[in-house]
Antibody
Framework: QVQLVQSGAEVKKPGASVKVSCKAYGYTFTGQYMHWVRQAPGQGLEWMGWINPSSGGTNYAQNFQGRVTLTRDTSISTAYMELSSLRSDDTAIYYC???????????????WGQGTLVTVSS | SYVLTQPPSVSAAPGQTARIPCGGNNIRSKSVHWYQHTPGQAPILVIYDDSDRPSGIPERFSGSNSGNTATLTISRVEAGDEADYYCQVWDTTNDHPVFGGGTKLTVL
């Protein structure tokens, strides 16, 4: 069955970068985009961006433009999210999510990674 | 960017019905999806395409979409339903998903 397995928790200092991985099982990795969503403490779900694993094309949320980079390694069915210039308010749980397609052909999310806690603290 | 508006909180007693609205401009023209999220867990899809239930989701969960408001309805509320609920649509202008701000369901 479909499974997304993320890397473990990270603790980083302000100004550093973090790279979170998401390994996909149970489906053709290049068949659907991979999205990244985060939830900061006391906040809602916030979409960060998507990557097309087939082409490497990306689309980033405006809030993260210039700080987030999504990449993939198709040989090991793994997507990566790198966030740079970390601040304390980047402390959050980061999720990868594999989309399905609704009746209009647009995406929603049935499969999620287990989440990766990133703590930014001096 | 398309904006979805949810009330911060909704409450219901066990056995009663909880209704969680999600407002958006002409949202009826979009497919709305709903997620249940509890702390420390990955979000769970409970409704897709306005009113369809994934396998394994109880029939107590239902959805509707009309005018400028979509609604998630949870009948016969149970203590285990206490969670945050998020609506989501696709922003066709910017080609990305949009989430509502989330509603915390408290079971009294």
């Amino acid at each position: 069955q479909v499974q997304l397995v993320q890397s473990g928790a990270e603790v980083k200092k302000p100004g550093a970068s973090v790279k979170v991985s998401c390994k996909a099982y149970g489906y053709t990795f290049t068949g659907q985009y991979m999205h990244w969503v985060r939830q900061a403490p006391g906040q809602g779900l916030e979409w960060m961006g998507w990557i097309n694993p087939s082409s490497g094309g990306t689309n980033y949320a405006q809030n993260f433009q210039g700080r987030v980079t999504l990449t993939r390694d198709t040989s090991i069915s793994t997507a990566y999210m790198e966030l740079s210039s970390l601040r304390s308010d980047d402390t959050a749980i980061y999720y990868c999510a594999r989309p399905l397609y609704d009746s209009s052909g647009f995406e929603y999310f049935q499969h999620w990674g287990q989440g990766t806690l990133v703590t930014v603290s001096s | 960017s398309y904006v979805l508006t949810q009330p911060p909180s909704v409450s219901a007693a066990p056995g009663q019905t909880a209704r969680i609205p999600c407002g958006g401009n002409n949202i009826r023209s979009k497919s709305v999806h709903w997620y249940q999220h509890t702390p420390g867990q990955a979000p769970i899809l409970v409704i897709y395409d306005d009113s369809d239930r994934p396998s394994g989701i109880p029939e107590r969960f239902s959805g509707s979409n009309s005018g400028n408001t979509a609604t998630l309805t949870i009948s016969r509320v149970e203590a285990g339903d206490e969670a945050d609920y998020y609506c989501q649509v696709w922003d066709t202008t910017n080609d990305h998903p949009v989430f509502g701000g989330g509603t915390k369901l408290t079971v009294l």
